[in-house]
């Protein structure tokens, strides 16, 4: 398993769009420091927390809740993670052509790891948090980029305001 996750992340790697992206940070070196949506925060920073659980519904339908967030530019923010559903989930927020090309390579590798500071993997009923700050203003997104979970509704916008 370990040999298939290694070759995965070195085809990833070999990526244009992927290293291009800034989208996937994880074993690419510092990008976190250079996207678009901001960079890591300090707890001592986060003046403010957004409680965001992740679920899946009878109807197949996945989401968060919130599905909308709404943040300042500059602002340090505590994200705080609840999975309520039955299944693992994560969240990865980006700019939205970011989201699209990380969401194509989890497509073509489901089972690759990766820790990205701009993301969390949750199994049932586990907490978790990302501190953020955001760096720019403008229109970002998240999602879960498990293989369908996006396209079952688990999607949503960040909204930065100056």
């Known amino acids: 398993m370990k040999h298939i996750i290694a070759a995965a992340v070195l085809m990833a790697l070999s990526s244009g769009a ?6 996937h940070a994880g074993g690419h070196g510092d990008k976190a ?7 890591p925060g ?8 957004i409680n965001i659980s992740m679920s899946e519904k009878d109807d197949g339908k996945m989401l968060f809740q919130p599905a909308v967030l ?3 530019k500059g602002e340090t923010v505590r994200l705080k ?4 559903g039955q ?6 927020m980006d700019a939205h052509d970011g989201i699209m090309e990380h ?15 701009n993301a969390i993997r949750l199994a049932p009923g586990a907490r978790g948090e990302i501190i953020w700050t955001f760096a720019n203003a403008g229109d970002f997104g998240f999602g879960c980029l498990v293989p369908g979970h996006y396209d079952s509704g688990m ?4 909204s930065v305001a100056n």
């Not at 992927?18 to 989208?23: D, R």
């Not at 299944?87 to 990865?92: I, N």
């Not at 989890?106 to 089972?111: I, L, N, V």
């Open 81 to 84: 993670f609840v999975n309520k």
């Open 33 to 39: 420091a250079t996207m678009p949506i901001g960079t």
């Open 87 to 92: 299944v693992d989930h994560e969240f990865v």
């Open 70 to 72: 709404k943040v300042r």
């Open 18 to 23: 992927a290293l291009a992206s800034g989208s």
């Open 42 to 49: 300090e707890a001592s920073k986060a003046k403010r927390t």
């Open 103 to 117: 969401k194509a390579l989890m497509e073509k590798f489901p089972d690759m790891e990766h820790a990205d500071p």
């Open 155 to 158: 999607k949503g916008d960040i």
